[in-house]
């Protein structure tokens, strides 16, 4: 595992920031940048998972970072329920969605791992540095 300096370095907040985007290009693609409250609740949401790990991070604390972790896999699930909303709108193919619904599974799997990781180190956080 190479050495984390920065949230950009974490696999989980790159995945998110792919998510973001893909369900920002399928917004651009169709009518779902139309229906305006579906697609700000989407876009707020997939935004919140990249942006909860950057917050997370930011804080140097283990304890802290694994609450803004849970919400940001919570936001992942949120993301994952609006998708339904897209998919049973007609703003995406069975085939887009099940992509996009696999994006949101795997993040959440790996946030919940590294969630464990933390809960289970032994590092409390730059913080806590003497």
Do not use: H, P
Not at 107 to 114: D, L, M, P
């Amino acid at each position: 595992m190479s050495t984390i300096k920065q949230f950009e370095d974490l696999d989980i907040w790159k995945l998110a920031r792919i998510l973001c985007n893909d369900i920002y290009k399928l917004a651009i693609k169709t009518d779902l940048r139309k229906d305006y409250r579906l697609y700000n609740q989407i876009d707020g949401s997939s935004g919140s998972v990249m942006d909860n790990i950057a917050e997370g991070f930011e804080r140097n604390g283990n304890k802290e970072f694994i609450q803004f972790l849970s919400i940001a896999k919570a936001s992942c699930g949120e993301t994952r329920s609006q998708l339904y909303r897209v998919y049973d709108r007609s703003y995406a193919s069975k085939k887009e969605f099940e992509l996009l619904q696999n994006q949101t599974l795997e993040i959440s799997r790996k946030i919940g791992a590294f969630i464990n990781y933390l809960s289970k180190s032994d590092f409390k956080g730059s913080k806590y540095k003497n």
